[in-house]
């Protein structure tokens, strides 16, 4: 694996608390333009993209074609190529309203780039914004691009770009049972690490389908590490609007695997939690709404009851660096009907089913969260030897 190392100017300066990032210092791999334009010079190059592949403005395929890089073809993950998609929801291939480029769907019949999508490319560059969390599902579209592109020995570059997650590790590792699309990798739910990292992680322990290996270049971010504190430029996702919703979503995304809403359909998805049984419980309320990038709400147009998250001190979220498990252990003991609180997607989410089974025998917070500490401890030491930047203990 190849990695292409830029300078670090102001890593002198950081200090040893979590720092907002400075616009003018810290650049994406995908703003390094010069570092990677020169290996796709006369190639034909396939881009997995979405709409948070930006550098300023632009998109990376505009800027790829202003350096005359021949773009024959754009694959689209879950949202789609401009990220309007619900959850979920199938992404049809198309082509590109503005450059005429074919958009191969890799969210739909298939997650795995097949061989005559990938027919006639001869460099893959990977760039989307990931949001720190192993059911984020970018990630799980990224092992497959690298899985299919090993298999076809089609050279991948992944262009780097912050965690804004990634000042903390925490939550149970997946078990191989409990694989799926929104769950690939034995890693804990939040794994502090940015997709670059990852990638090699997955490349390096032979995580990829019969051990295969992707032929893998990673273009770092500049003056980056584990203590910034990244803002995004845009919504990584419909139903991620906010950084509140950012950092809420590690622990409010459980609430998909119950019977409950946390706020689809409505302007502040993921920063809320409620059920129409809840009424009398908890005084705040709002209406799930069909909308775009949520067309069909869990509880559509019914009047629930919950809690209100928006105002939750973000600086606490961010110092405390843990999924918040008070909320799905309050939201459970407050419910009627506890037989119907939880789904299979539970599991899905979690990587286990130890975490639903706890909170049913009224385990604590503490109690779970022991049951995780080693085999999160062991995953900390292996995550070392794939960090590119300077880690946040």
Known sequence: ????????????????????????????????????TGLLKAKRVGVTANHT??????????????HGINVVRIYAPEHGFRGTADAGENVNTAKDAKTGIEIASIYGETYKPTPEQLRGIDYMLFDMQDV?????????????????????????IVLDRPNPNGFYVD???????????????????????????????INGEGWLKNGIRCDLTIIPCENYTHKTLYSLPVKPSPNLPTMQSVYLYPSVCFFEGTALSLGRGTDFPFQVFGHPSYKGIYSFSFTPKSMEGAKNPPLLNRLCYGVDLRNFPEKILISDGKIRLEWLIEA????????????????????????????????????IRASWQEELSAFKQLRKKYLLYPDFE
């Open 1 to 36: 694996m190849r990695y292409l190392k830029k300078t670090y100017l102001l890593l002198l300066l950081c200090l040893f608390t979590l720092q907002p990032a400075c616009a003018q210092s810290l650049k994406t791999g995908a703003e390094q333009t010069e570092a990677y």
């Open 53 to 66: 592949s930006l550098i300023g403005a632009k998109h990376i395929v505009d800027v790829l074609l202003e």
């Open 132 to 156: 720190g969390v192993r059911f984020f599902t970018y990630i799980s579209t990224m092992h497959y691009v690298m899985e299919a592109c090993a298999e076809q020995r089609i050279p991948v």
């Open 171 to 201: 939550g149970p590792l997946l078990e191989p049972a409990h694989r799926s699309f929104v769950g690939m990798h034995p890693i804990p739910v939040v794994h502090g690490m940015t997709v670059g990292e990852l990638a090699g992680m």
């Open 332 to 367: 459970y003991r407050n419910y009627p009907d506890k037989a119907r609180f939880f789904t299979n997607y539970m599991t899905r989410l979690w990587g286990t089913d130890k975490v639903q089974k706890q909170i049913i025998d009224a385990c604590t917070e503490d109690e």
